[in-house]
């Protein structure tokens, strides 16, 4: 069976309302961000999967478990966000005010990981599940994903700042004519409501 890989970013956290850089910081997930992540369960409820994958981060692993899975859940550290260092927190109006003209995906973060060192931990979690069949879920974080993204079809990690990622997204990752030489996005931050226009 040709290989899907169903990336589900966690829910509404105090952090993605404020716009503050969240990435090793342990926090949880608000009441709305549980209500998403059971809608994001409704959503998959009838898709088999063959492994799911979460972020050690409670957000993700929370995500899982409210989404019905977290029983068939392995913990894997590739999956974790990005480690933001010193900007753990700030919002990119704070970060900029110090630094103009500042991207994260460009770079990078001062005593966090630099984009070569995120590219990299995609580019082993791209390599390890290519070797996977089936439906797989991942549940991580928003800029993880689309660094992950961008990686699972060959552009670079700058690119990733095109990819938006909101929160109890679903995406999907494959291949065009189930070819395992023409990855594909299938589907990109599918909304856990479908609402827009909002």
Excluded: K
């Excluded at 989404?67 to 109006?93: C, K, M, R, S, V």
């Amino acid at each position: 069976m040709t290989l899907r890989l169903f990336f589900m970013r966690h829910g509404e956290t105090e952090w993605a309302l404020s716009g503050q850089h969240t990435g090793r910081a342990d926090i949880p997930l608000t009441e709305h961000g549980e209500v998403e992540a059971r809608q994001l369960g409704l959503r998959i409820r009838s898709v088999a999967f063959d492994h799911v994958l979460t972020s050690p981060l409670q957000r993700a692993r929370r995500t899982c478990e409210l989404a019905g899975l977290l029983h068939q859940a392995e913990i894997d550290p590739d999956l974790a966000e990005w480690d933001n260092g010193d900007y753990e927190g700030q919002t990119l109006a704070e970060i900029r005010a110090a630094r103009p003209g500042w991207n994260l995906f460009r770079d990078g973060c001062p005593q966090g990981e630099t984009p070569e060192q995120i590219s990299a931990r995609a580019d082993r979690l791209v390599q390890r599940l290519s070797g996977l069949e089936g439906n797989v879920a991942l549940f991580s974080h928003s800029h993880l994903g689309r660094v992950l993204a961008a990686r699972w079809i060959g552009l670079p990690v700058e690119r990733a700042q095109h990819f938006l990622l909101g929160t109890a997204s679903l995406s999907i990752l494959g291949y065009e004519h189930h070819r395992t030489d023409e990855p594909a996005i299938t589907l990109w931050n599918s909304p856990p409501f479908e609402t827009y226009g909002a």
